[in-house]
C-alpha cells in the first residue's frame, strides 16, 4: 500500500526560494469526489501546459487518496491518457490551476505550489518525507507549517477557495505570506 507522508508550509513569495528551483510545471486539477472524511479522487493535467526544465508536457494522473492518520496519507496515483484527463477534467465539480516548482532543498522531496485564479496569492510548499518523525530543515521562507489544516488542502482550496473566504479568515493567512516584504519595509 502506498502512503504519502508531507508536511506543508505556507510560504512568502518574496523570500529566496526561487534559487532553489530544479523545474516548474503548471498543473489543472479537479476533484471528482472530496468527502469531508478525506478520501479523495483527484484528476491532475499539465495538458498544454509550459513546463521549463520539468516533467514533460500532457502528462495526466488519477489520483486516489484516504487518511492513514498524523501526517501519513494512503495515495494511489496512475498516469492516464490526456485526453481521458480533458474528459475527467470536464465532469470534476471542482477544480483548480497551480504551478508547482521542484526544489532542491535537503530532508525529503520538496515542492512549492504558486495558486493561480481564485486561489492567489497562496504558495504552499511541501516536503514528502519517508517517516513522519524524520526530522527536515524547514526554509526560514517558509512562514507557518499547516500540515494538517484541513481547509488550507486542495482539496478543500478547490471547493472554497481562498478569494472567496471571509476578510476575517483571509487576514491570518495573508499576514503570513507578507511578513518577509514587512520586515524588509519596516
Known amino acids: 500500500m502506498a502512503l504519502e507522508i508531507e508536511r506543508r508550509f505556507l510560504v512568502r513569495l518574496d ?3 526561487r534559487h532553489h528551483v530544479l523545474w516548474s510545471q503548471s498543473l ?3 476533484y471528482l469526489t472530496a468527502g469531508a472524511e478525506g478520501f479523495t479522487v483527484r484528476v491532475r493535467s499539465s495538458r498544454g501546459a509550459d513546463a521549463n526544465q520539468g516533467p514533460a508536457d500532457d502528462q495526466a494522473w488519477l489520483t486516489l487518496k484516504a487518511p492513514a492518520g498524523g501526517l501519513a496519507r494512503h495515495e494511489f496515483e496512475y498516469p492516464i491518457p490526456p485526453s481521458d484527463a480533458d474528459a475527467l477534467l470536464a465532469l470534476a465539480p471542482v477544480q483548480l ?3 508547482r ?3 532542491d ?3 525529503g522531496d520538496w515542492v512549492l505550489d504558486v495558486f493561480g485564479a481564485a486561489n492567489a496569492p497562496l504558495a504552499i510548499a511541501e516536503v514528502e518525507l519517508e517517516r513522519a518523525d524524520q526530522p527536515v ?3 526560514p521562507w517558509c512562514s507557518l507549517e ?3 489544516r484541513g481547509e ?3 482539496a478543500a482550496l478547490a471547493r472554497q477557495p481562498f478569494g472567496d473566504w471571509p476578510p476575517q479568515a483571509q487576514e491570518p493567512i495573508l499576514r503570513h505570506l507578507a511578513l518577509e516584504g514587512d520586515r524588509q519595509r519596516g
Open 97 to 99: 490551476v497551480k504551478r
Open 105 to 107: 532543498l535537503p530532508g
Open 101 to 103: 516548482y521542484g526544489l
Open 137 to 139: 530543515p524547514i526554509p
Open 152 to 154: 488550507l488542502s486542495n
Open 15 to 17: 523570500g529566496p526560494w
Open 146 to 148: 499547516i500540515s494538517g
Open 28 to 30: 489543472r486539477q479537479g
